[in-house]
């Protein structure tokens, strides 16, 4: 069974989140008209975070799905398990939130397998039922209940993507690394470094980021830069902390991390 994170807006404080432009005020009239929602953008640009926020928001149980090759839709709708030598039918994250409410949010939802897809349609309609073949049952979501995906399409090749006819069930949203003063307030939010030090950070991320010539899968992300403020807050050495969280995550070949090391030290000095 995958790992459910599962959180109530009773519990704790609302994660903090800074808007860009009017994705609250669509993540809220999808909730309210009953209609899923698909989230695109690169690594590390918030989109979970924004899940987060929005479901403690409006008050919902989230139930985040991290989706990977092995995930299969019994690991979503659940499975029987043995349990004290009876065998005892077990929910799984979406039978869950289908069943209580909430929102039930698969991250990266083309890393599952195909299975997983095609149990997703029946509620992303206006049917809104999810089938257990194996208990005969026929759930009909709730109004509280909310679907949400999200994927990355900058590095998915034609074996992982997401195919028209599901992207089109979906409302959706575009995300990607925010302006420069944005992403400047929200890493001084999240590590308390101070302003000087943050804009530096950001700055160098944005200079990383728009690096063509280097073999990048993608560049650094805003999370990425949240954990480097994190270590210079700690008293780590700034370029230990950059080495550490903005260059060797990027890349493992030693040509494109010299390279990276020249464009931080054009910035850094």
């Known amino acids: ?15 903090f989140y800074r808007p860009v432009g009017n994705e609250c005020e669509i993540f809220e009239k999808a909730y309210k008209l009953r209609l899923p929602l698909l989230l695109k953008g690169p690594t590390g640009c918030g989109k979970t975070r924004f899940v987060a926020h929005m479901a403690a928001r409006l008050g919902l149980p989230l139930h985040t799905v991290a989706c990977h090759d092995d995930l299969t839709a019994a690991d979503l709708t659940g499975r029987y398990l043995l349990k004290g030598g009876e065998t005892v039918w077990t929910d799984g994250p979406l039978t869950t939130a289908v069943r209580h409410g909430g929102v039930c949010y698969l991250d990266e939802v083309v890393e599952a397998r195909k299975d997983v897809t095609v149990v997703l349609h029946p509620l992303t309609d206006d049917r809104r039922i999810l089938p257990l073949e194996r208990t005969g049952e026929l759930l009909e979501a709730p109004d509280n209940f909310m679907l949400v995906i999200s994927y990355n399409p900058g590095y998915q090749n034609i074996l992982k993507s997401l195919k028209p006819s599901t992207r089109q069930r979906f409302l959706a949203l575009s995300f990607d690394y925010p ?4 992403e400047t307030e929200v890493v001084a939010r999240e590590t308390g470094l101070d302003e000087s030090r943050t804009r530096l950070l950001v700055r160098l991320a944005r200079r990383l980021r728009s690096l063509k010539d280097y073999d ?15 270590l210079v807050a700690a008293g780590v050495d700034m370029e230990e902390a950059i080495e550490a969280a903005l260059i060797e995550p990027l890349s493992d070949d030693e040509d494109v991390k010299a390279g990276l090391r020249e464009a931080v030290a054009a910035i850094v000095g």
């Open 216 to 230: 990048l899968e993608e560049g650094a992300s805003t999370r990425l830069v949240i954990y480097c403020g994190n």
């Open 1 to 15: 069974m995958t790992d459910t994170a599962i959180s109530s807006a009773g519990e704790a404080a609302i994660p």
């Open 179 to 182: 302006p420069i003063d944005v």
